[in-house]
Structure formats: C-alpha cells, structure tokens
C-alpha cells in the first residue's frame, strides 16, 4: 500500500482531477509497473504465470489506505487474498510503503513482531533514520533547533523517540509544535503566530515529509522563511533500465494508465487532445515528445527514488516467494470449514545492512552553514562549558580552565589535568613537556660554584704544599704538623666533594653525597677540636706538678681524630643500610619543571647526621673561645674561636634557607655553605702562618717566638 492523491474508488470510476495529484509520488507507481513487466518477461522466473497488480487510493488521507486494506478483507465487492472463492483471480501480496519522510511507516514492536512474525515492511526502520538525523546535526555542530511535527500518532512516535536522543547528545530544543494537517486554516494561523519566534532559530526539524510540505511550506512561498533544505532519504540502488522505461511513456498511448495523462499535463503545462473534441486555441497542447529527463528533480527524478526502489525491491521479493512455491512439491487442497492454518513463519528472509557515506545536493544551496547554538560563540580551545542556573545545557557560558588543566577541542564539557610531566601552555589549549630541572655544570650558578670549589681546592692544595715544605720550620713544629696535614687534607676533599652535588643526580651520587660531605667535615671539625684540646693542654703542663703533661702525646689527638669521624661514620652507615637518599622527581614545586633531585630518604637521619656535625663545630668553638686569652707563644686558639664563630654561622643561617629553597636553589645553598665554612676555616687558621712563612721568614725562628711570644 502507498498512498496516490485519490478517492477511495476504483479507477474506472473515479473523476480525476490533475491538480489532486502529486507528481513525484507517480514514480512510485512507475516503479510498480516497471518491476511487474521486469518479472513477467523473466521466462525463467515465471515461466507459465504472468503478475498483475490492483491499485487503490485516497488523497492525502493515510488512514483511508488502511480502509481500503480492510475492505479488501471483508467486502463482496472487492478482491481478496486466498478468502473469496467465488472470484475468478486471487490478490497475491499487498505491498505496503506511505512516502511521508522520516519515516511514517507502519513499524513493530519487539513484542508485536512476535504476534506477527510473518510481517514483513519494505521501507527501512525508522529508528535508524533518528540516528541519522542526530548525526546529522552533530556534525554541523548544532545544538539549538526548534521541532514541527504532525499532530497525529506518527508525530507524537516522532518527538518521543527523537527527544530522548537529542538530551543524551545535549542538543536542545528551542521550541516543540504539532500541526494538525486536517485543518489547514487553524494550522496556518497558529503557523503565522507563532512565526516570529521560530525564525530566531537557524536551524529546524520538520517532520511529515511531503504532506507537511505540500500542505503548510507550499503556502509559505511568499515568506522567505527557508534559505536551505537538508532531506533525509530511503537509500536506491542504480537501476539503468528505468530511465529507458520513462522515456517509452507515451502519454497519448497510455495502455490502460489513467494516471500517465493527468500527470504529463500537471509537470508539462500543456493539455492532452482528447478524440472527438475540439481542443482550446489558448491551451498548449501536448505532443507526447516532451523530455521526461529535463524535468528539474523538485518534480521528478528520472533516477529511481529510495521510495520506488522499495516497492521495486518488494515486487522481487514476492515474484521469488512465488517462483519457491510452485516450484516445491506442495499440494494445494481446500481447506475444511473452521480448520485453523498451520502457523505461518518467517521464511527465506534476506536481510541488507548498508554502511554507506551519504552524499548531498548542492542545488541552489547557499555555501554558509546556519549557526544553530544557544549561545552567540562556541567555545573554544581552552575553555570549558558552564551552564547558569536555571538554563538548558546547551545555553551555557565559556570560562577559562582552571590552571593546571586545558581542553583542546571546541565545546569542551571538561578541562582535562596534563600528565605529570607535562604542563598548560599560556593559551591552554595544549600540553608542554616540563623541563628537567637541577644544577648543571652548564648554569651561570653551576659553573660558578664549580669554579670557586676548584679554586679554594688549588688554594688548599697550595696551602698543604707550603707546609710540607717548611715542615722543619718551627711554626709548622709549633702547631702540630700532623694534625695540621689531616685539617688541610680533610679541607681539600670537603670542596671537592661539591663536585658530588652539581650535575645530574644519579643512584650512587645521591648514595654518597651526603655521607662523604658529613664525614669529612667531621675529620676537619675533629682535627681542629683536637689543636685546640692541645693547645690548652700545653698551656696547662707549664704549671709545676700538673699531671696533664702526659696527655701531651700523639696518643690523645689520634684518638679524637679517629672517634669523632667514626661517630659520624656509623650515623651515616645507618642511615643508608636503613633508608638511603635516592633521585626523585618533583612534579609540582616548579611550574613547567620538573625537578630532579636527591630525596633524603629519612628526614631524622639527615638532621641526626647534621646535629652531630654542630656539635663538633659547637664543642671546638667552646673550647677555643676558653683558650683565646692562653699567653701569646699558644695565642692560635684565638683564630680557632674566630674560624669556629663563622662557621657556626653559617651552617646555622643554612637551615632555615635550605628548607624554604626548591631545586637548584636548594642544592646551591648547601654548596655555598659547605665552601663558606671550608674556606673560614682556611683563611682564619692558615692565614697567618702563611703570611710568615712566605712574607715574614725572619720570624719563623725559635729565638724570636721566644723572645716575642707571638706563637
């Protein structure tokens, strides 16, 4: 069944009016007679049997399509399938497709396709044109359309089913109107009422195909209401013989076609000549040579329609049922009064799935897509939607992603965290892989405190030198001259071990840097600890009957030279063998670096190690500060208290800078600490002694110290 512009007669008895029919619904039925003759002429399909077929109609009424199909089952008059044996011919199929758009076809249910499981519907389901339709408008990106449906059953399937889809997509709907088709005059009027509001919105979806349009928009050509059409259309195959099959009509010479003659006046404007009557001067006459093919496709489309191609497909199906049939073994034989069929089942289905990328007309099409959007602008890279209270989602606000997040897509819902070791550009809209973060050699501050390291290790290593060379002398003998190469020594490995924290951190850089830089300042710390017990010692073994003099020995000063360090030792054994430093990547202290650096591993461990250094540094400065005012010839506890007092200093304004630095920062402050100390040390102990040894040698004699007192 598909819908022609007629009464609800048969052919012989209708008055035909050309103006009630709708040209591209002919091809349709073209399409019907051209798949019969196809099938009749094929002797191998139907070799003794010839197909006919039965038409019915009613103009624009759907619902009197259905009548008929009910009458064809119950009245006397009429044909019916298998039921009236009283007529010489049997109806073998009623082929079933209504040509309104987007689907107004008869569709099942999955419950009701079990009921009537031998069913079976030409024209595609229309759930899968919603899809479509969805895709559609998310590939132009729009999200604010209004929605006009027909105010029957078919309509209201239409907005249910569409609606739910459109929210789960977050498409809205500006506004929502059913039309009654069966009275045009309130249709027009509320059309007209409401047509300011629906022109604001670009873009619109208008259901019922080409009954809404011959009924409602062919009244609006006055109004430029449209500036661009989108249809959706049944998929056709290409079938070459029927573009012959439309050049052989002959509207003069319709072999029994009524409707070929009211059709080629209504497309052609001109008048067929009736026999036996004299035609109008002021009519244009028809010459049947008119170009079917020269037709614009508004009217008629000579390539075969997706509608025609399904009742095409349709008169194949039930030519092969047919063909099966009387080719099998069955019997026929009538059945008793009362006895119930055999139940009928699906049989020989074949079913298609196209996956196709579909094309689109650009006739008379203007090349700007309509900006269908709630809001004025979309969103850009680097923005996020924010919809306001009391708004649809799809009226929402853009404001910038938080820091640390970006999006790089249009509309985004979300901004989205880059990875660790990654950052937001300034436009965020992208991520930017950090830079790796430490003191390099190759840094302004790097090869600074490179440079100076290596400058205090040569001017230590001079220093040494000097010593060893006048190791005879009696300032070098007066002050201890082992004790004095272990400070030196000691000195020279603590600014080289500076070395260990520029560059990139390693496993066995990070395991040791820690340790070798404690211990050794440990061994300078006890060496000067150690010079300063003896030179209180030595002041006190001047006084007669002090026992004292007998610790005056190597014994004492190798002891806490050996212990001191030894301590330290153990505490830094423990700490690795428990929980050593390690590399580790900070990701957040920095924006846009990630810095790499050695973690302490334990935090007690390392203000342990710390602590102990201090109390060698406050145990020695105690200790000088007490022998400052010894008599001149044992005066060098008074350079010890001073070298003490700063490197105290030092490694007490450290801490609080170390703890509030990150990165390179913090490493250079440890650096620049370790040196500090190391070279106070240096200057204020070593200092002089040099300055006589090198500049003054007539006093580094024993009869002048005596004489005066200055060592």
């Known amino acids: 069944m598909f819908p022609m512009s007629f009464s609800c007669l048969e052919l012989n ?34 070799p003794n049997i010839t197909l006919g077929f039965h038409i019915y109609g009613h103009f624009q009424r759907e619902r009197f399509i259905f009548l008929n199909s009910l009458s064809m089952l119950s009245s006397r008059g009429q044909v019916v399938p298998g039921y009236k044996c009283d007529l010489s011919y049997t109806l073998l ?94 249709t027009m009027r509320k059309f007209l009422l409401n047509f300011i509001t629906w022109s604001k919105t670009e873009v619109f979806i208008l259901y019922g195909g080409f009954t809404v349009s011959t009924s409602i928009v062919g009244r609006l050509k006055y109004i430029q209401f449209f500036h661009g059409v989108l249809h959706l259309r049944d998929h056709s195959g290409d079938v070459s013989e029927f573009s012959h099959f439309l050049l052989s009509l002959d509207p003069l010479n319709p072999q029994g076609d009524v409707f070929l003659p009211l059709w080629w006046e209504l497309v052609f404007g001109c008048k067929i000549h009736k026999s036996g009557k004299i035609p109008p001067k002021v009519e244009k006459q028809c010459t049947g040579k008119e170009n079917v093919q020269k037709l614009p496709n508004y009217t008629f489309e000579t390539r075969m329609t997706g509608e025609s191609y399904n009742i095409y497909n349709a008169i194949y199906a039930v030519a092969h049922a047919l063909h099966s049939i009387y080719g099998s073994r069955a019997r026929l034989t009538m059945m008793k009064p009362g006895k ?58 853009c404001d910038a992603c938080p820091e640390g997040t970006i999006s790089n897509q249009t509309d985004a819902a979300h901004c989205k965290p880059c990875p660790e070791d990654q950052y937001p550009n300034k436009d ?21 405190l490179a440079f100076l390291a290596l400058f205090l290790s ?56 820690q340790s070798a830089f404690a211990i050794l300042f440990s061994l300078a710390i006890s060496s000067v600890l150690a010079k300063t017990i003896m030179v209180v010692l030595a002041f006190m073994a001047t006084k007669p009957g002090n026992k004292t003099r007998k610790l005056l020995g190597k014994s004492l000063t190798n002891s806490i030279v050996l212990v001191c360090p030894l301590v330290q030792a153990l505490l830094c054994f423990s700490w690795l063998g428990t929980s050593p430093p390690f590399p580790n990547f900070d990701f957040h202290s920095l924006f846009g670096e990630i810095i790499l650096e050695c973690k302490e591993g334990s935090a007690v461990m390392f203000y342990g190690v710390l602590s102990y250094l201090g109390l060698l540094a406050l145990v020695s400065f ?73 500049l003054r040698p007539d006093l580094n004699c024993r009869e002048n110290m005596i004489r005066n007192k200055n060592f």
């Open 13 to 46: 008895q209708m008055d035909i009016s050309p103006n009630r029919l709708i040209p591209r619904n002919y091809q349709q039925f073209l399409a019907l007679m051209f798949a019969v003759s196809e099938v009749n002429e094929d002797i191998l399909l139907f």
């Open 93 to 186: 199929s009623i082929i079933e497709y209504l040509f309104l758009q987007l689907g107004v076809g008869f569709e099942f249910s999955p419950g009701e396709r079990r009921v009537y499981p031998s069913f079976f519907q030409i024209n595609p389901r229309e759930f899968i044109q919603y899809v479509g339709l969805v895709q559609l408008l998310l590939h132009f990106q729009w999200n604010w359309v209004g929605l006009v449906s027909s105010e029957d059953e078919s309509g209201e399937h239409f907005i249910s089913t569409l609606i739910p889809m459109l929210k789960e997509k977050e498409i809205c709907l500006a506004f929502t109107e059913s039309l009654k088709l069966d009275d045009i005059q309130t």
């Open 340 to 397: 119930m069929i055999s139940k009928v089942q699906s049989w020989q289905v074949i079913t298609f799935a196209f996956s196709q990328k579909i094309g689109m007309g650009k006739e008379s099409m203007q090349q700007i897509i309509p900006f269908a959007r709630c809001g004025m602008q979309r969103c850009q890279a680097g923005e996020r939607r924010s919809v306001p209270e009391g708004k649809q989602v799809c009226c929402y606000q």
């Open 428 to 448: 965020k809209d992208q991520c930017i892989a950090k830079k790796i973060h430490f003191l390099a050699f190759q840094d302004t501050l790097g090869y600074t």
């Open 458 to 513: 040569v001017i230590t290593f001079a220093v040494l030198m000097i010593f060893y060379k006048h190791h005879d002398t009696p300032i070098v003998k007066a002050n201890n001259r082992d004790l004095t190469y272990i400070l030196l020594v000691s000195l020279l490995l603590c600014f080289l071990c500076s070395f260990l924290f520029i560059g990139q951190p390693g496993k066995l850089i990070c395991l040791f840097q």
């Open 622 to 694: 105690t200790v000088a500060f007490l022998a400052r005012k010894l008599p001149d010839s044992f005066n060098e506890a008074k350079f010890i208290t001073f070298s003490m007092l700063v490197f105290c200093s030092v490694w007490i304004s450290f801490l609080p800078t170390y703890l509030s630095t990150k990165g390179k920062s913090m490493v250079a402050v440890e650096i620049f600490s370790i040196l500090a100390s190391g070279a106070a040390l240096l200057a204020c102990i070593f200092s002089p002694k040099c300055y006589i040894i090198l």
